[in-house]
T-cell receptor, first 114, second 111 residues
Framework: SQTIHQWPATLVQPVGSPLSLECTVE??????LYWYRQAAGRGLQLLFY??????ISSEVPQNLSASRPQDRQFILSSKKLLLSDSGFYLC?????????????FGPGTRLTVL | KQEVTQIPAALSVPEGENLVLNCSFT??????LQWFRQDPGKGLTSLLL?????REQTSGRLNASLDKSSGRSTLYIAASQPGDSATYLC??????????FGSGTRLQVQP
């Protein structure tokens, strides 16, 4: 069966510091990968998605970036965090088959920027 | 642009009641609609996915329906239990990779 891991689970960082969040998927090959952010009182917002190694699409322009160095690894980064980057970051994967794109989510990373 | 709305935002019911959560979407050209459960501080758990060609899906005490023409989906929970307490999110897949999420319904089932 497939599993998805995210770390760290929680993170407290000062404004202006760098960020690296990691997501890995086990038990599948060539998945679609996604980074979402869930801010307090707001819905989930898609940040990035990837359909293959080195292929990243950005949905929202901001000071975050994403990379996919391996098939089942997705990394969310920032060079300098802003207060507004605080939130709950969720990684997800899917396999598109017959028009179905069912997405499965990881446990999330709670980021607090002070 | 697809917009997804969930009503009510919060719901409190006594244990044992049957209940319905509502989800509406503005663009009927969807591929699928997916229902999720989120416990506080946790990730999302996929509950049901309804393909655009289907009208409903069932899993245990859960039944989700889809009416594309009216832009509505409902999640029916039978014989609710305290363990069902969570936030329920619906999300529409319009074929653009990203899911468009509603803001969720926070359900509290009282023992």
């Amino acid at each position: 069966s497939q599993t998805i891991h995210q770390w760290p689970a929680t993170l407290v960082q000062p404004v202006g510091s760098p960020l690296s969040l990691e997501c890995t998927v086990e038990g599948t090959s060539n998945p679609n990968l996604y980074w979402y952010r869930q801010a307090a009182g707001r819905g989930l917002q898609l940040l990035f998605y990837s359909v293959g190694i080195g292929q990243i699409s950005s949905e929202v322009p901001q000071n975050l970036s994403a990379s996919r160095p391996q098939d089942r690894q997705f990394i969310l980064s920032s060079k300098k965090l802003l207060l507004s980057d605080s939130g709950f970051y969720l990684c997800a994967w899917s396999l598109t088959s017959g028009g179905i794109n069912e997405q499965f989510f990881g446990p999330g990373t709670r980021l607090t920027v002070l | 642009k697809q917009e997804v709305t969930q009503i009510p935002a919060a719901l409190s019911v006594p244990e044992g009641e049957n209940l319905v959560l509502n989800c509406s979407f503005t663009d009927s050209a969807i591929y699928n609609l997916q229902w999720f459960r989120q416990d506080p501080g946790k990730g999302l758990t996929s509950l049901l996915l309804i393909q655009s060609s289907q009208r409903e899906q069932t899993s245990g005490r859960l039944n989700a329906s889809l009416d594309k023409s009216s832009g509505r989906s409902t999640l029916y929970i039978a014989a609710s239990q305290p363990g069902d307490s969570a936030t329920y999110l619906c999300a529409a897949d319009t074929g653009r990779r990203a899911l468009t999420f509603g803001s969720g319904t926070r359900l509290q089932v009282q023992p």
